[in-house]
């Protein structure tokens, strides 16, 4: 994938900004860098309860509310309907855990990932039927579920929408209409003529927002709401929600109530994964915690983790937390074996703007998994295409500057059918459209070669002798970092290398010592990506005779390298130093 390195040159007076927050200028740089106005500052160096917004606001969400209070009251039979993936598994488990504190008859379904694909259908709207159930309420999924919904209110049952998905449309007179399902309430931030400020949150926070309003119908005090923090933080950081505004205060706060948890399921999933609940951060919810959840979708059941956060067992807990992990190990083994088959079907299709790769062997459960990895390593939007019982069944990853869902709606005369965001999308059609699909999402793309190459975005040049252990705390105060809030990122150029030591279990990683400039002290830069691309180019630009040197720390010569990296602390048996993740290194 081709970079561009580009320092954000954004201006302010940071010095008096400094001064008046009480922090360091560089602090304030990082904000200025990430938008955050002057005004927006404190609040976002302490972000509390009274960033979120109103539910109220929320379009049908009164509604809604009413809706299931009359079926509390009612004792009338509740289904909560959610989707395999983190944000439905959390939804779903909000959505569940609070009509039963008011009193409802409420049980759960979700999807099968293989059987049903996305989101409501037919078949789980005639089984809740059949289940003498009085009203379905969704959650993280329905926005298009159109005949599924109409299925339910012909068979008499009350239908509520929750979801955060773009409405479905269509364009007449060049206009672009909603297409609404025909439920009783539909609750979602992009519906037309809502009023809610922040639209970019995820399944979790619309239930969550409704459940607000249940909880006051029933005179419950605003703390017992709270409660759910945790899971609304956990699925947005899941569902890659962007780390601003609202968000980011349901986050920072989510986690800190997550590190003090009293939810069994969730304390015996961190232990299986070896996790201390003090230690949780947004990059251990994205990367640890959250794929044994989705891996319950991909590989068996998504109600495995819907159980796992309602048992009230210490031991079933823990049984359904180890099956969670070994699901997500099985998931990495065909994660790696996919995205290698992936990426060498990748180069027949070189010249595509947009890949489509069709790789029928693959298990669909892990079809968006590789999707990304195949992004990650090309810089295109990217399509992974799976043999499906009846059909053909894909999933897809973007990037900033082409909206998938909106490419694939130019399609929708190909797709069986279709859903997601801009960035991420999954789809079903006929095995003898993969290439007509294929062949129109390049020919309507428009992306051209800036758009391809990845923004590699740094903060400002900042010397390695700048860095403090006080000034590592105040970034990490930034935190959570993500998408759209990303992790600061800093350069020096003409380090001198005094050593590379090779690291890790098998050497796969590298440990560089670097001067710091202006004394004779050094400092620890770790790198662990790309290290097998860092030594090709070293070795080109100097030899592979100094390269060994450099392991043996004898250089014959001065050796300087410029790098991007992240500051960091390490603590080693009771001592704390100061060290840099180096992202890059940039001949």
Not at 205 to 210: G, I, R
Not at 540 to 549: A, F, M, N, P, V
Request: net charge negative; hydrophobic share 40%.
């Amino acid at each position: 994938m081709k970079k561009q390195f580009m320092i954000r040159t954004k201006k302010a007076d940071f010095n008096s900004l400094a001064e008046r927050l009480g922090v360091d200028p560089l602090t304030v740089r990082l904000m200025v860098n990430r938008d955050i106005q002057e005004e927006d500052m404190e609040k976002y160096l302490h972000p509390s309860m009274d960033d979120f917004g109103d539910p109220h606001k929320l379009m049908d969400a009164e509604r809604a509310a009413s809706l299931l209070q009359n079926a509390v009251e009612n004792h009338d039979k509740i289904r909560v309907i959610g989707d395999y993936d983190i944000d439905g598994i959390m939804s779903t488990y909000i959505m569940v855990s609070a009509i039963r504190r008011v009193g409802g008859n409420c049980d759960f379904d979700i999807p099968h990932r293989v059987r049903d694909g996305y989101g409501l259908n037919k078949r789980l709207v005639t089984d809740a039927n059949e289940a003498g159930i009085d009203l379905i309420i969704t959650c993280d999924n329905g926005i298009a579920a159109l005949e599924a919904i109409r299925t339910g209110k012909d068979m008499g049952m009350t239908m509520i929408v929750t979801d955060h998905h773009i409405v479905p449309y269509c364009e007449e007179n060049g206009e672009k209409q909603e297409v609404l399902p025909p439920a009783d309430a539909i609750v979602n931030p992009h519906r037309d003529g809502d009023q809610y400020l922040f639209k970019r949150i995820c399944g979790a926070v619309v239930a969550w927002k409704t459940v607000a309003i249940l909880y006051e119908l029933f005179g419950l005090e605003k703390e017992a709401e709270e409660e759910f923090l945790e899971n609304a933080a956990f699925a947005t950081i899941g569902d890659v929600m962007p780390l601003l505004g609202e968000n980011r205060s349901i986050v920072k706060l989510g986690i800190a109530r997550l590190r003090s948890t009293d939810n069994i399921g969730m304390m015996a999933l961190m232990r299986a994964a070896d996790i201390e609940p003090e230690s949780i951060t947004s990059f251990t919810i994205g990367f640890v915690l959250g794929p044994m959840f989705n891996a319950s979708g991909r590989l068996k059941d998504a109600k495995l983790g819907v159980d796992l956060l309602l048992s009230e067992d210490q031991n079933e807990a823990e049984q359904i937390a180890n099956e969670l992990y070994q699901l997500n190990v099985d998931r990495k083994e065909q994660t790696v074996d996919g995205t290698e088959k992936a990426l060498k079907l990748a180069e027949e299709y070189d010249s595509d703007r947009v890949l489509v790769l069709f790789l029928q062997e693959v298990n669909e459960s892990v079809a968006g998994i590789i999707a990304g990895r195949v992004r990650e390593n090309t810089g295109k939007p990217s399509i992974v295409l799976v043999q499906g019982e009846e059909c053909v069944k894909g999933s897809g990853r973007s990037i900033p500057a082409y909206s998938m869902y909106h490419e694939l709606h130019k399609c929708e005369d190909l797709l069986q059918k279709y859903g997601g965001h801009p960035m991420a999308a999954g789809m079903s059609l006929h095995n003898e459209d993969v290439d007509s699909l294929r062949e129109m999402l390049n020919r309507n793309c428009t992306l051209t070669e800036e758009d391809l190459t990845e923004k590699v975005y740094l903060d400002c040049d900042m010397p390695i002798s700048y860095i403090s252990q006080k000034l590592i705390h105040e970034i990490e105060n930034l935190e959570p970092f993500g998408n759209e809030n990303d992790k600061p990122l800093f350069a020096e150029k003409n380090i001198p290398i005094r050593r590379i030591r090779q690291i890790g279990k098998e050497g796969q990683f590298l440990k560089f010592e670097l001067k710091i400039s202006g004394s004779d002290r050094s400092m620890d830069g770790l790198m662990f990506r790309d290290c097998d691309v860092f030594k090709e180019k070293f070795q080109e630009k100097y030899s592979e005779g100094l390269y060994r040197e450099l392991l043996m720390g004898r250089p014959s010569r001065d050796v300087c390298i410029t790098i991007s990296y992240y500051p960091s602390l390490n603590v080693f048996r009771g001592e704390t130093s100061i060290q840099v993740m180096i992202q890059d290194v940039i001949f």
